[in-house]
């Protein structure tokens, strides 16, 4: 079965400043997909950016971009110039090529907190 | 607009009262999945479904059930609700061979 670790529960930072957020996630699987949602205190789940295993290229969207190492099986996410809106919850996420279900797994989730 | 929808958005209600929460997507996906979310524990898939009729546990399916009866509905039923299912479900979709979901607004659920 696979895990997804999310090891910072909570972090700041200044807005303009940049962060990055950091996943582990164990698996047998050769390919699949990685992803990091941002869920605001409207609850809704957003996507912010998705890795295909396969591609060794980072994905980038914007301000976020990510340091996908597959063989330490990590996907950090780096936000840069981050804003006031950034603050949110954000919960990477991995799905296997053979997941039942199209099922996703969570990490527990890292709260960040852009201060003005 | 395509989107998903749950109803309701909030819910209290006490033990042992039998409830459903709905979800609706207008895109014909084939895959349709509840999810719950609780603090420290990420979102954990409880049932999904692959197509009418087709359905199947996911993670931690114990006290509730699905149907899938039309390709846009997959309504949740707790038939016996206890404080444990306190927590925030989540409704998703995607299509078959696509890795992209698209989540409902969410329904937070307190049981008394």
């Known amino acids: 079965a696979q895990t997804v670790t999310q090891s910072q529960p909570e972090m700041s930072v200044q807005e303009a400043e940049t962060v990055t957020l950091s996943c582990t996630y164990d698996t047998s699987e050769n390919n699949y997909y990685l992803f990091w949602y941002k869920q605001p205190p409207s609850r809704q789940m957003i996507l912010v950016i998705r890795?295909?295993?396969?591609?060794?290229q980072n994905a980038t969207e914007n301000r976020f971009s990510v340091n996908f190492q597959k063989a330490a099986k990590s996907f950090s996410l780096k936000i840069s110039d981050s804003q006031l809106g950034d603050t949110a919850m954000y919960f990477c996420a991995f799905l296997g090529f053979k997941a039942a279900g199209n099922k996703l797994t969570f990490g527990g989730g890292t709260r960040v907190l852009v201060k003005p | 607009e395509a989107q998903v929808t749950q109803n309701p958005r909030y819910l209290i209600t006490v033990t042992g009262k039998k409830l459903t929460v709905t979800c609706s997507q207008n895109m014909n996906h084939e895959y349709m999945s509840w999810y719950r979310q609780d603090p420290g524990l990420g979102l954990r898939q409880i049932y999904y479904?692959?197509?009418?009729?087709?359905?199947d546990k996911g993670d931690v399916p114990e006290g509730y059930k699905v149907s899938r009866k039309e390709k846009r509905n997959f309504p949740l039923i707790l038939e016996s609700p206890s404080p444990n299912q306190t927590s925030l479900y989540f409704c998703?979709?995607?299509?078959?061979?696509?890795?992209?979901?698209?989540f409902g607004p969410g329904t937070r659920l307190t049981v008394l």
């Open positions: 479904s692959m197509n009418v009729e087709v359905t």
């Open positions: 998703a979709s995607s299509l078959w061979g696509e890795d992209t979901q698209y």
């Open positions: 890795q295909e295993a396969y591609k060794q």
